[in-house]
C-alpha cells in the first residue's frame, strides 16, 4: 500500500524559514518523480515544485523553495526560505505515475500539513 | 487566476448528470493529456480520470473524461449526495514547464 507522510509543518514568522518531509512507503521510490502541491486556505490547488527526471518550480516560489529527495531514505523534501504570507497553505505530497513530472498525473497524495508564515 | 477554467459551482439532482468544463490552450490541454481530481472538505485529493479518460482502479464508470482542442470535460453520471465534492482538471503546460490546475468547482447534488 503506498503512504505519504508529511512532517515539519508549522507556524514560521515572515522571512523565515522551513523544511518539509515527505517520507514514502509501499512503492519504488527512486522510480517515480514527487510533487510538492499547496493549497491556501478555502482556495483550490497549486502545484508548487517537481522532481524525477528534472526538477521544476512554480514561478511563485522559484529562488525560495528548493525541492530534493534522498532515495535511500524514501524520504522527499521542501526547503522553503523567504517565506511570506501568501505562502501560508496546506502542503501536499503527491507521486507522479513516471519517472517525468511532466504528465500532471498524481495517482498518490499524502494528508497534508499545515505551513503558517504569520508574526 | 488559474491557467485552466473552470466554473466555480455545478449542480443537479440526485440520479442526474453533470458535467464540469475544463478550459486551457495549445501550451496544456492542447498537447498534453489531462486529470481530474475529487477533494472532499479537509481531505487529500484523489485521482479521479487520467489521460483525459482513464479511470483509475476503483474509479466507477459513473466518472468520465473526455477532451476536445483545447477544453476537457469531466462527466458524472446517476449523481449521489457522496459525490458532493471539489473536482479540479490538471494538466503540463509546456510553456511554463509546470503541472497546471483549473480553479476548482464545487458541485452540489441538490
Known amino acids: 500500500e503506498v503512504q505519504l507522510l508529511e512532517s515539519g509543518g508549522g507556524l514560521v514568522q515572515p522571512g523565515g524559514s522551513l523544511r518539509l518531509s515527505c517520507a514514502a512507503s509501499?512503492?519504488?521510490?527512486?522510480?517515480?518523480?514527487m510533487s510538492w502541491v499547496r493549497q491556501a486556505p478555502g482556495k483550490g490547488l497549486e502545484w508548487v515544485s517537481a522532481?524525477?527526471?528534472?526538477?521544476y518550480y512554480a514561478d511563485s516560489v522559484k529562488g525560495r523553495f528548493t525541492i530534493s529527495r534522498d532515495n535511500s531514505k524514501y524520504t522527499l523534501y521542501l526547503q522553503m526560505s523567504g517565506l511570506r504570507a501568501e505562502d501560508t497553505a496546506v502542503y501536499y505530497c503527491?507521486?507522479?505515475?513516471?519517472?517525468?513530472?511532466?504528465?500532471?498525473?498524481?495517482?498518490?497524495w499524502g494528508q497534508g500539513i499545515l505551513v503558517t508564515v504569520s508574526s | 487566476q488559474s491557467v485552466l477554467t473552470q466554473p466555480p459551482s455545478v449542480s443537479a439532482a440526485p440520479g442526474q448528470k453533470v458535467t464540469i468544463s475544463c478550459s486551457g490552450s495549445?501550451?496544456?490541454?492542447?498537447?498534453?493529456?489531462v486529470s481530474w481530481y475529487q477533494q472532499f472538505p479537509g481531505t487529500a485529493p484523489k485521482l479521479l480520470i487520467y489521460?483525459?479518460?482513464r479511470r483509475p482502479s476503483g474509479i466507477p464508470d459513473r466518472f468520465s473524461g473526455s477532451k476536445s482542442g483545447t477544453s476537457a470535460t469531466l462527466g458524472i453520471t446517476g449523481l449521489q449526495t457522496g459525490d458532493e465534492a471539489d473536482y479540479y482538471c490538471?494538466?503540463?503546460?509546456?510553456?511554463?514547464?509546470?503541472?497546471?490546475f483549473g480553479g476548482g468547482t464545487k458541485l452540489t447534488v441538490l
Open positions: 490538471g494538466t503540463w503546460d509546456s510553456s511554463l514547464s509546470a503541472v497546471v
Open positions: 509501499g512503492f519504488t521510490f527512486r522510480s517515480y518523480a
Open positions: 495549445s501550451s496544456n490541454i492542447g498537447n498534453n493529456y
Open positions: 503527491a507521486k507522479a505515475d513516471a519517472y517525468s513530472p511532466a504528465t500532471g498525473i498524481f495517482d498518490y
Open positions: 489521460d483525459n479518460e
Open positions: 522532481d524525477g527526471s528534472t526538477t
